[in-house]
Nanobody, 117 residues
Framework: QVQLVESGGGLVQPGGSLRLSCAAS??????MGWYRQAPGKQRELVAT???????NYAASVKGRFTIPRDNAKNTVYLQMNSLKPEDTAVYYC?????????????WGQGTQVTVSS
């Protein structure tokens, strides 16, 4: 079992920055990532990062968001710059782990990010 604790959400003005954090319990965590869900929309991928540091970003955030990771602390971050109102959503952290050859994805509780003037 993996537990994820997220922090860092809040209200920010357009053009501002915000940093989310997600700490995972347990060991042997593989890929970690961030997803988001805006009101009335489906949950979508924001960014992922492997243990080796390979990253993947949604086209809508590329160049504005980065996803650093501290493997020693099992912690992943989402640095969000040049925020836009359309970035408003609940952001969820994920952690992937394989147990007895079965892959599992664990989800955090979500943290609200609101971009508004």
């Amino acid at each position: 079992q993996v537990q994820l604790v997220e922090s860092g959400g809040g209200l920010v003005q357009p053009g501002g920055s915000l940093r989310l954090s997600c700490a995972a319990s347990g060991s042997s965590i593989n890929t970690m990532g961030w997803y988001r869900q805006a009101p009335g929309k489906q949950r979508e991928l924001v960014a992922t990062i492997t243990t080796g540091g390979s990253t993947n970003y949604a086209a809508s955030v590329k160049g504005r968001f980065t996803i650093p990771r501290d493997n020693a602390k099992n912690t992943v971050y989402l640095q969000m710059n040049s925020l836009k109102p359309e970035d408003t959503a609940v952001y969820y952290c994920t952690a992937d782990k394989v147990i007895n050859i079965v892959p599992y994805r664990y989800w955090g509780q979500g943290t609200q990010v609101t971009v508004s003037s």
